[in-house]
C-alpha cells in the first residue's frame, strides 16, 4: 500500500480549533496539505464567539513545517462560508477537500427541546455542512477532484435519549451524502460520512479517565484521512473510535409480496417475522433500486411478465 499524502491539496477543516477537527487538520497537514483551520470559537451549545482557538492550530501547524490559515467563519451563515471558501481560493487556488466537522450540542429531553434549541443544533451540523458543501460543490465538479467528508454520530445513526436535535440533524448527513455520492461521485467528487467517538470537551464528562486515553481524537483521524485520500471510497458511513474502524451499512429486507385478503394489516402483522428477517437483505443503490424490486416481486406473484412485450 502506497503512502497517503495530500502533497498539492487544499483542504478546509470546519470547527478544527478543537477536538476531532484539531486533530484532522494536524494530520491532513502532517501529509502534505494546505489547511484552513475553521473555527468560530464557539462553546460547546454554540454560544460564543472569538476565542483564538485556530489561530492556535494554525501556529501548531506551521511549528511543524506545514501550511495553514486560520478562518473564523461561522458555517451556520452562508455568506461567512462563501466569503471562506474565496478567501481559501485566493489564497491556494482551490480546494480539494472539506471535512465538515463543526457541531454544538443543547441536549435536552423532547418534551423540554425549546424549538430554538432544535433549530440551532440543525443550523450548525445540517445547514453548516450544507452551506460549506454548496459553496464548494461546483468548484470541485468543475475540477473533478473533490473529497468530502460529513460527520454523523452514533446518535444520529442508532438514538441517543435528550438528543433529538443533535439525532436528527446528524441523520440528516445521510439523505445528503447518498444524493452528493450519486450527484459526484462521475465527476470523482466522493462523499463519505465519519461516525466517531472520542473523548473531546463534548463528551469529556461521559466516560472514566481510563478510558478517555482510549478514545482520543487522534486514534480517529487515520479513518478521516483514509476517507478523504486519493483512492478514498464514495458513499461510506465509517464508525471510527479507539482505532477500531467499522462499516455502517443500511439494508432492506427481502421482505414478502401480498395480494388479496393477505393485503390488509392483518396480513401485514402475520408477515411481520418475515419482512423483518435478515435473510436475503440486500443493500439498495438509489431510491429506484426499491421501487423496481417492489414492482418485480409483485409481478412475479401476480404472474406478470414484465419481459413480455405485445
Ligand atoms: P468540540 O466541541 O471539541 O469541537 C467542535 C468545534 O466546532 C469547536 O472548536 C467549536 O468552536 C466549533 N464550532 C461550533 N460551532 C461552530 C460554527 N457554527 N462554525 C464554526 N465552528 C464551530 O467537539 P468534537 O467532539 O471535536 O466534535 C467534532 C464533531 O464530531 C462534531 O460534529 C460532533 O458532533 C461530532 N461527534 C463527536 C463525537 C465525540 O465523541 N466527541 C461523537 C460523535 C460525533
Known amino acids: 500500500m502506497s503512502e497517503v499524502r495530500f502533497d498539492g491539496r487544499v483542504a478546509i477543516v470546519t470547527g ?3 477536538g476531532l477537527g ?55 451563515d452562508p455568506e461567512q462560508v462563501q466569503a471562506m471558501v474565496d478567501h481559501a481560493i485566493a489564497e491556494y487556488g482551490h480546494v480539494d477537500i472539506l471535512v465538515n466537522n463543526a457541531g454544538i450540542l443543547r441536549d435536552k429531553t423532547f418534551a423540554k427541546m425549546t424549538l430554538d434549541d432544535f433549530q440551532k443544533v440543525v443550523d450548525v451540523h445540517l445547514m453548516g455542512s450544507v452551506n460549506c458543501t454548496h459553496a464548494l460543490w461546483r468548484h470541485m465538479l468543475e475540477r473533478e477532484y473533490g473529497r468530502i467528508v460529513l460527520t454523523n454520530s452514533s446518535s444520529g445513526l442508532y438514538g441517543n435519549f435528550g438528543q433529538s436535535n443533535y439525532g436528527a440533524a446528524k441523520a440528516s448527513m445521510l439523505g445528503l451524502m447518498n444524493v452528493l455520492h450519486h450527484e459526484g461521485s462521475r465527476k470523482n467528487v466522493r462523499t463519505n460520512m465519519l461516525a466517531p467517538t472520542a473523548t473531546t470537551r463534548m463528551t ?13 481524537p487522534e486514534t480517529i483521524t487515520p479513518g478521516l484521512l483514509a476517507l478523504v485520500s486519493e483512492d478514498g471510497p464514495s458513499r461510506m458511513i465509517l464508525g471510527a473510535g479507539g482505532g477500531c474502524f467499522a462499516e455502517t451499512k443500511i439494508y432492506e429486507s427481502r421482505g414478502v409480496a401480498l395480494q388479496g385478503d393477505d393485503l390488509s394489516p392483518e396480513g401485514v402483522l402475520a408477515n411481520m417475522d418475515t419482512i423483518r428477517s435478515a435473510e436475503g437483505q440486500t443493500p439498495m443503490e438509489g431510491a429506484f433500486s426499491q421501487t423496481e424490486k417492489y414492482i418485480a416481486m409483485a409481478a412475479e406473484l401476480r404472474g406478470i411478465d414484465l419481459q413480455k412485450k405485445d
Not at 469529556?204 to 482520543?216: G, H, I, R
Open 16 to 18: 478544527a480549533g478543537a
Open 22 to 76: 484539531r486533530s484532522h487538520a494536524l494530520g491532513l497537514a502532517a501529509r502534505g496539505a494546505k489547511v484552513i483551520v475553521n473555527d468560530l470559537g464557539a462553546a460547546t451549545d454554540g454560544t460564543g464567539t472569538g476565542s483564538e482557538a485556530a489561530q492556535t492550530v494554525v501556529e501548531e501547524i506551521r511549528a511543524a513545517g506545514g501550511k495553514a490559515i486560520a478562518n473564523g467563519a461561522n458555517v451556520a
Open 204 to 216: 469529556e464528562e461521559l466516560f472514566p479517565a481510563e478510558v478517555k486515553d482510549l478514545l482520543k
